[in-house]
Structures are given as structure tokens and as C-alpha cells.
């Protein structure tokens, strides 16, 4: 098949990025399956199993997409943009939009959808040949959170205090220590320490030193790729149970409550979660194979010019206004 795969993002991912990490996951894993793929995306991208055109956000999409694809993947695509050939649209994030979506939408979690009156919806999965091998018999002491630190709704505060009441170390993957972009934020605490957006082998050598993810988020999380990367490593799960999290997280890979304490008493008792079963878990429901086997199924429906929403999807159960509930 040969599946054209656009966004307005740049790849190979560098970085924080979540979208055009899982565009990168999928299209390797189908190139591996022998389709033929281009990738339409931003200009100054680079891919070695891939065709790669530079997307034009001035110009309409349909006219860039190049005249040999069988079907169109648009990834978080603004409403309108279609194709002359069969197409889907994954929606990566949350709206607060009541107006009507693509019937072809696909949604990254059942919670996801069900927001939307869909049904239909594929999880995330990573590429472990992206991600490299963990190593898990290592040591594990001090634990982690994952994110965009400077966004309230990840709740770093609260990542803070959990580490604080267990007696651990946290390491901030994903911001600094003097924040200015959402809200003046100043953490002294030595015992937290960040690192920045990370990366490649640096984020993986911080990943298989930790004893568990703390991720309090304080909103509807779609998916949560912090979640399976951290199962990736080996690493627990200790979380809100917002949005797609109670999805992703089983209890023999973590614990989920909006309680403080609740997650301090679990991060303290980590070491009672085995590595080879944290990661064992996401290569099982959350691997790129996976995820590239739904969306083809998805792909069949659509060549076979079914819809994949009997109607347009459209918001009818908006998240609560603010912060989610959260116990400090």
C-alpha cells in the first residue's frame, strides 16, 4: 500500500515532541511491513525509509498530496482538510470545540473517543528501535516525571511533593528548575533535580536509573506517552486516574489515585513492582507493531469506503473547567 502520512511537524523527533514521535513509530513499523511511504511534512525533515516532501501550511493540503497514494493519513489536521484519495485524521489532543468532527477521526484512547461520541480509537505505541534497550537489572533510587514541566495541567508541583513525602530523589525530565512561561515557578528543593528536555541515550540512562514515573496530571490526559516509555524501561507507574491513564495503567504496573499520600506510600513500596513485568506490559499492549496493526485494519475500512464514525464525532462530554481533582 502506499500511505502518505502528513503533518505540519518536522521529523525525525527531537526533543519533547509526542506527535511527530508517534508519525515517526508508526511509519517506520509500516515501511517494515513493506508499504511504501511518504511523509508530508514540515520543511528541513529527513527520513531514510521514507519519501520525504516538504508540506506547505500556506498552500491546501489537498493539492500537495502526491498524485501515486492509495490512502492519506493527516495527522491532527485542521478541520477541511481532506483528500482525493481515501483518508483518515488521528486528533492527538483535546478541544474544547463543539463543532462537528471528520467522520474518518480516530482517537487515541476509548476515553478519548467516548468524549466525542466515537468509538473508534487506536493507543499509541513505541518503536523499541527508537527507544534502545533497557536495561533492567540495573538499580533503581531515585523517581522521575516525564513532561512539559511548565504546563499546569502535568503538575510537577504535585510530582514534587509525592517524591518529597516517599523519601526519594525526583528527576524533572522535561523543565528547569526557574520557570517563567506558565506562571512563575522557583523549586529549591536539592532533592529534585531537572534536567531539561532530554532525549536519545540521556533519557534513556536517566530511565533505567528510576524506581517509578510520578505523573499527578490534573487533566484528561488522550493518551500519555510518558506513561508507556516509563513501562518501556521498566519503571511503575504512579499516577492520577485522568483521562486515558486508567487505560494504560494495570495494577501490576502501578498505582492510580488523586491522593497525594496515596501515591507517596506507593512510590515508597516501588521496588515491589518488577522491571521485566513494567516493560514486558508495554511491549505487549503498546508496542508500534500493535498500534501499526489497528491502523491498518483502519485503513481496509476506509479503502473499502466506509466511514469509520456513523457520524460526525463531536464533543458531548467537555472535561471539567480548570485543574482535575488532586489531593496535595
Not at 100 to 125: K, Y
Not at 137 to 148: A, D, K, S
Not at 169 to 175: A, I, K, N, P, S
Not at 189 to 214: C, I, N, Q, T, Y
Amino acid at each position: 500500500m502506499r500511505v502518505a502520512l502528513v503533518s505540519n511537524l518536522r521529523v525525525p523527533p527531537r526533543g519533547y515532541g509526542g506527535i511527530e514521535r508517534v508519525l515517526w513509530w508508526l511509519a517506520r513499523e509500516l515501511a517494515r511491513r513493506g508499504h511504501a511511504l511518504t511523509l508530508l511534512v514540515a520543511p528541513g525533515s529527513s527520513c531514510p525509509f521514507a519519501r520525504v516532501l516538504p508540506f506547505d501550511e500556506r498552500a491546501g493540503v489537498r493539492s500537495q498530496i502526491p498524485g501515486d497514494i492509495d490512502l492519506v493519513h493527516f495527522h491532527n489536521f485542521p478541520r477541511g482538510a481532506t483528500s482525493a484519495v481515501p483518508y483518515l485524521v488521528t486528533m492527538h489532543g483535546n478541544t474544547t470545540s463543539v463543532e462537528p468532527l471528520d467522520r474518518n477521526t480516530v482517537f487515541l484512547s476509548r476515553d478519548h473517543a467516548a468524549r466525542f461520541g466515537s468509538t473508534t480509537w487506536v493507543h499509541n505505541g513505541l518503536n523499541p528501535e527508537d527507544c534502545g534497550t533497557p536495561d533492567l537489572g540495573r538499580p533503581r533510587g531515585y523517581v522521575h516525571f516525564l513532561g512539559n514541566a511548565a504546563w499546569r495541567v502535568k503538575n510537577v508541583r504535585g510530582a514534587i511533593a509525592v517524591a518529597r513525602a516517599a523519601g526519594r530523589d525526583l528527576h524533572v525530565l522535561g523543565g528547569r528548575r526557574l520557570n517563567f512561561r506558565m506562571g512563575f515557578r522557583l523549586t529549591l528543593d536539592p532533592h529534585v533535580r531537572f534536567h531539561g528536555m532530554v532525549d536519545g541515550e540521556r533519557k534513556a540512562a536517566l530511565l533505567d536509573g528510576s524506581a517509578g514515573l510520578v505523573f499527578p496530571v490534573r487533566w484528561a490526559e488522550p493518551f500519555g506517552l510518558a506513561v508507556i516509555e516509563s513501562l518501556y524501561f521498566g519503571c511503575p507507574v504512579f499516577a492520577t486516574p485522568h483521562g486515558a491513564l486508567a487505560e494504560l495503567v494495570a495494577p501490576e504496573v502501578g498505582v492510580l489515585s488523586t491522593s497525594a499520600a496515596v501515591l507517596a506510600d506507593a512510590v515508597r513500596h516501588a521496588g515491589s513492582f518488577a522491571a521485566r513485568t513494567c516493560h514486558d506490559f508495554a511491549m505487549q499492549h503498546f508496542s508500534a507493531g500493535t498500534m501499526a496493526t489497528r491502523y491498518l485494519e483502519l485503513y481496509a475500512r476506509v479503502l473499502d469506503g466506509e466511514s469509520l464514525n456513523a457520524a460526525a464525532p463531536r464533543l458531548v462530554a467537555p472535561p471539567p473547567a480548570g485543574l482535575l481533582e488532586w489531593t496535595a
